[in-house]
């Protein structure tokens, strides 16, 4: 079946797609941003950019440091970071939907 993949411009520079968002999944999974990178086989280095950039693009935090204890520190979603998620798979979703019949005839066509 096909997929939509969404990918949102926000303006010059700054956009939010599948990719950003699976990241910041992982943050949420992982508790930190070097745990999410290796989940997704990225180098700390790219996935400390790409929270950068998210943060710089949204003018606010999306990841936020957790002091360490014992464990160490590590990294989760701020709320405003949790909604972007939520919002993103949100209109991924309705956008799938709104889809799903002309995606279905396309692959009776094809």
Do not use: C
């Amino acid at each position: 079946m096909p997929r939509l993949s969404i990918r949102i411009d926000l303006g010059p520079g700054h956009r939010l797609g599948p990719g950003k968002v699976r990241l910041l999944e992982m943050i949420a999974a992982h508790g930190s941003i070097s745990g999410a990178g290796r989940a997704l086989g990225m180098s700390y280095r790219r996935a400390w950019l790409l929270v950068e950039a998210m943060n710089t693009g949204f003018g606010r935090p999306v990841v936020e440091a957790q002091i360490g204890g014992r464990a160490g520190g590590g990294a989760r979603l701020s709320a405003f970071g949790a909604d972007i998620v939520a919002q993103y798979r949100a209109v991924e979703a309705a956008a799938e939907a709104a889809a799903a019949p002309f995606l279905a005839r396309l692959l009776r066509t094809g």
